[in-house]
């Protein structure tokens, strides 16, 4: 069943692509089957993570950006992880709207994450879903995501390129950019250039990313980009910035490190998440972590101890329970 699907997947069904991310979202099982099947064939695409203020144009732009790629005869994924609610919000259907235009188009294939309600984390629900256009065909994969918080940076993590989008008069700039937008940042875009200010703007990153000389070492120096994503201005530009920054990946032999550290890092944090689900679920439903929260708050457990006893507890008890199968299989 689930070899039938990925099958399908790989000969590039956008029906069954869209199946399979409903069963990821719904931790439906069947989704790890396929997942396992579609594997083999993922880490082709190349990831543009365009990230911003809410409001920066970041729709605008991954809508222009996808036409621009077209172009090229590229197949494109989008994945806009709508930050609002879990609910189809405003935002979500906003995105709907401005990019159905681009809907009719049998080789884009939009998809829209809320960012609530994923147990394993969104950047986990992200690489999963990149993975799924990554197997799907699609050349290039953008996704779209406010540049916030924690989660928000993490989903970033999952790009091969980042940029990273501001706009003139937010007056959030450098505050971003104290909030290691900077780190992240391989391409900068100043979006509504049309506004008064950008080319102020303009200077005061270019300025910020050459006192950064500890940025410079990386050996790529982040341009900045103007554009006016409504206009399709400048949008050419950022797509030449980016293949430019694609470039210098596979020249300088840090694509491959860059993905080796990714892969590194989706590795633990999913058996992180499944290891914690598991424990969690043992501590549950036997009632005991009510009974240790109790006990913590007489002071009569410090969490140190409860920490360590309970995983050497699971580890003990699991591997008793692996024995025990053994022996009732042998
Ligand atoms: N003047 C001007 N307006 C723009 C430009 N680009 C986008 N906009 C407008 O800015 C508003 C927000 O654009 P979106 O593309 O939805 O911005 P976003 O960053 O995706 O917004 P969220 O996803 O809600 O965070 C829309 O009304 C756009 O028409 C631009 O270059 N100049
Ligand atoms: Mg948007």
Redesign the pocket.
């Given at each position: 069943m689930a070899h039938d699907f990925a099958a399908q997947i790989l000969e590039g069904s956008n029906r069954a692509a869209a199946r399979l991310i409903s069963w990821l979202e719904d931790e439906d099982e069947r989704a790890y089957e396929c997942m396992k099947e579609i594997y083999p064939h993922t880490g082709r695409a190349f990831v543009v993570g365009i990230t911003?203020s809410?409001?920066?144009?970041?729709?605008?732009?991954t809508n222009a950006l996808a036409r621009e790629i077209r172009q090229s005869g590229l197949k494109v994924g989008i994945l806009a992880v709508d930050?609002s609610s879990p609910f189809t919000g405003g935002?979500l259907l906003?995105?709907r709207v401005?990019m159905s235009d681009l809907a009719d188009d049998p080789d884009i294939y939009i998809r829209s994450m809320a960012t609530r309600g994923f147990l394993g984390g969104m950047a986990k629900a992200a690489s999963d879903v990149v993975k799924v256009l990554d197997a799907l065909g699609k050349d290039v994969i953008v996704i779209?995501t406010?540049g916030v918080g924690q989660d928000e940076v993490d989903i970033v993590g999952v790009a091969d390129t980042t940029c990273v989008?501001l706009v003139p008069g937010l007056g959030d700039a450098i505050q971003s950019m104290k909030a290691g937008i900077m780190e992240i940042a391989d391409v900068f875009v100043i979006?509504?250039?049309?506004?008064p200010g950008a080319d102020m703007l303009c200077a005061e990153v270019s300025a910020r990313i050459e006192m950064d000389a500890h940025l410079r070492e990386r050996g790529w120096v982040a341009p900045v980009n103007k554009?006016?994503?409504?206009?399709g201005v400048g949008v050419h530009e950022l797509w030449l910035s980016i293949e430019a920054h694609r470039k210098y990946l596979f020249d300088s032999g840090r694509f491959y490190e860059s993905r080796r550290e990714k892969i590194a890092k989706e590795a633990l944090r999913m058996i992180h998440g499944e290891l914690f689900r598991v424990v969690r679920e043992q501590l549950e439903q036997s009632g005991r972590l009510d009974a240790a929260v109790e006990k913590l708050m007489n002071k009569k457990l410090d969490p140190y101890t409860l920490m360590r006893d309970t995983l050497t507890e699971w580890l003990s008890s699991s591997q008793c329970k692996r024995r025990h199968d053994e022996d009732t299989k042998g």
């Amino acid at each position: 069943m689930a070899h039938d699907f990925a099958a399908q997947i790989l000969e590039g069904s956008n029906r069954a692509a869209a199946r399979l991310i409903s069963w990821l979202e719904d931790e439906d099982e069947r989704a790890y089957e396929c997942m396992k099947e579609i594997y083999p064939h993922t880490g082709r695409a190349f990831v543009v993570g365009i990230t911003g203020s809410p409001g920066a144009g970041k729709s605008t732009l991954t809508n222009a950006l996808a036409r621009e790629i077209r172009q090229s005869g590229l197949k494109v994924g989008i994945l806009a992880v709508d930050p609002s609610s879990p609910f189809t919000g405003g935002a979500l259907l906003g995105d709907r709207v401005r990019m159905s235009d681009l809907a009719d188009d049998p080789d884009i294939y939009i998809r829209s994450m809320a960012t609530r309600g994923f147990l394993g984390g969104m950047a986990k629900a992200a690489s999963d879903v990149v993975k799924v256009l990554d197997a799907l065909g699609k050349d290039v994969i953008v996704i779209e995501t406010v540049g916030v918080g924690q989660d928000e940076v993490d989903i970033v993590g999952v790009a091969d390129t980042t940029c990273v989008v501001l706009v003139p008069g937010l007056g959030d700039a450098i505050q971003s950019m104290k909030a290691g937008i900077m780190e992240i940042a391989d391409v900068f875009v100043i979006n509504k250039a049309d506004r008064p200010g950008a080319d102020m703007l303009c200077a005061e990153v270019s300025a910020r990313i050459e006192m950064d000389a500890h940025l410079r070492e990386r050996g790529w120096v982040a341009p900045v980009n103007k554009s006016v994503a409504v206009e399709g201005v400048g949008v050419h530009e950022l797509w030449l910035s980016i293949e430019a920054h694609r470039k210098y990946l596979f020249d300088s032999g840090r694509f491959y490190e860059s993905r080796r550290e990714k892969i590194a890092k989706e590795a633990l944090r999913m058996i992180h998440g499944e290891l914690f689900r598991v424990v969690r679920e043992q501590l549950e439903q036997s009632g005991r972590l009510d009974a240790a929260v109790e006990k913590l708050m007489n002071k009569k457990l410090d969490p140190y101890t409860l920490m360590r006893d309970t995983l050497t507890e699971w580890l003990s008890s699991s591997q008793c329970k692996r024995r025990h199968d053994e022996d009732t299989k042998g």
